[in-house]
């Protein structure tokens, strides 16, 4: 599954899945710094139960990894993401 990196202007980014110029799902955040705030995770509803919320997530973890940034969650479905998995404690804020 392809993610694609878009520039929303502002310090604003997403990471959207997009079919036909149908966006499928997104995770948005703003970059202060060295910091991601990821303000809200997108699935549309024919594709929701199906795991790219959390592919997702995995995926803005991975650019915070390779960026060494640090993610502080306020979108609540990533904010519950990060408390049920030890898997993003390098990550937290």
Not at 36 to 49: A, G, I, P, Q
Not at 54 to 73: F, G, H, S, T
Request: glycine share 6%.
């Amino acid at each position: 599954m392809e993610f694609k990196l878009i520039e929303l202007g502002q310090e604003e980014f997403a990471f959207r899945n997009e079919d036909g110029g149908t966006v499928n799902g997104e995770i948005t955040w703003t970059q202060m710094a060295d910091l991601m705030v990821v303000e809200h995770t997108y699935v549309k509803e024919e594709m929701r139960n199906q795991g790219l919320a959390k592919k997702l997530v995995d995926r803005a973890a991975a650019y915070a990894r390779e960026n060494d940034y640090k993610i502080e969650p306020v979108c609540s479905y990533v904010a519950a993401v990060f408390e049920r998995s030890d898997e993003y404690e390098d990550l937290k804020a």
